[in-house]
């Protein structure tokens, strides 16, 4: 008889993170390539392949770094989105600690003998130098006893080195007193200088920078000390208005469709500031855009 063949053990549904390793290696991709084409942080990439999604902040940045690498390794964007969200769902709520009953905490009462032994011992401190300071004093007795003949005979005798007389020195004159001279009038149309305003002058006027996208977009922008001012994933028909200290520091994901003004003013991305299918490009103190450096 014979003996039927074992069936295969089932495979065990692969990860989310693992699908995404698996379409970045069948693309022969690093991290670091993936990284650089994405113009995204290597960590996030790490986060996403290790299912480390917590580290990428709120649910609604996950969705959109999920899409847009699933989407780059040739994975479904929208099935791992979904993955993603029934798997977050699935978790149960955390517990409400507020309703958790605490055992009441009695008071020690050989924790109030140290308090009470160090109240006594002030008072009784207290209560003796109010005693040494309040008590009474003996008075220094003055004798009033009459004069005796001796002291009446030295009193009443002449005395016998005459008193010397000092004569008056003259007063000396004093210096005549001379009127200072005025001082000297200002010079006319002359503003006053403002030491501070001199040696601080007044800083860069902040330029408004709107961005318009009619598709979904990776945006990043800096200011000029290198601050982040935006980093994410711009939905399609959103607006992003930004404001920082020039010249401001421009990357983007699908420069194709992006529209740009800067204060107001509508400003077309240069040719050569574009990157394939993104673009990166500086918006100078006058409003006009450069290639980045």
Known sequence: MDEKAAPAPAQKPRTIGERLRA?????????????????LD?????????????ELGASVYVRGHLRRYADFV??????LVNAYSSMTESR???????QIPHAEHRADPRRLVTPLVGLGCALVLAVAIWWVLAGPRAA???????TTSNEAASATAPASTPPVQVAS???????????????????????????????????????RLRLELASESWVEVYDS????????????????????R?????????????????????????????????????????????RAR
């Open 23 to 39: 379409g970045r290696e069948r693309a022969g991709l690093s991290m670091a390539a993936a990284a650089e084409k994405l113009h």
């Open 42 to 54: 290597i960590k996030v990439i790490e986060a996403l392949e290790a299912d480390r999604f917590a």
């Open 74 to 79: 040739g994975e479904p964007g929208q099935e």
């Open 92 to 98: 149960p709520p955390p517990p409400d600690l507020t």
């Open 140 to 146: 220094t007795p003055v004798s009033a006893g009459p």
């Open 169 to 207: 020195a003259a007063p000396t004159p004093a210096p005549e007193s001379r009127p200072a001279a005025p001082a000297p009038a200002p010079a006319a149309n002359t503003p006053p200088r403002d030491a501070t305003t001199e040696a601080n002058p007044a800083p860069a006027r902040p330029t």
């Open 225 to 244: 000390r290198g601050a982040r001012l935006f980093y994410d994933v711009a939905s399609a028909g959103s607006v992003q208005s930004i404001e920082g």
């Open 246 to 290: 020039p010249p401001l520091r421009v990357v983007l994901g699908n420069a194709a469709a992006v529209t740009v003004q800067v204060d107001g003013q509508s400003r077309d991305i240069p040719s050569g500031a574009l990157d394939g299918e993104g673009a990166r490009f500086t918006v100078t103190r006058s409003g006009n855009l450069s």
